[in-house]
């Protein structure tokens, strides 16, 4: 079963400054997991991801995996 995003708490980074560049929002869901979505396109897709999921990819990001 899909999460329900309707009433989901979108955030940017810090580092988005508002100027209408590329950016993807998170949303944190009830299961512990993540909703990630195009800050773009607000009605398009979105992907979730289980907590564990999104732990293994924010340590990758901190281990420099992705440079």
Known sequence: MEA?????????????NG???NCVEVASLPDG???VRDSKDRQGPAL?????EW?????????GEFD
């Open 48 to 52: 979730r991801f289980t907590a564990s």
């Open 55 to 63: 732990a293994a990819f924010t340590a990758g990001v901190r281990d």
């Open 33 to 35: 997991g993540r909703a």
């Open 19 to 21: 100027n209408g560049g």
């Open 4 to 16: 329900d995003l309707s009433r989901a708490v979108w955030r940017k980074s810090s580092f988005s």
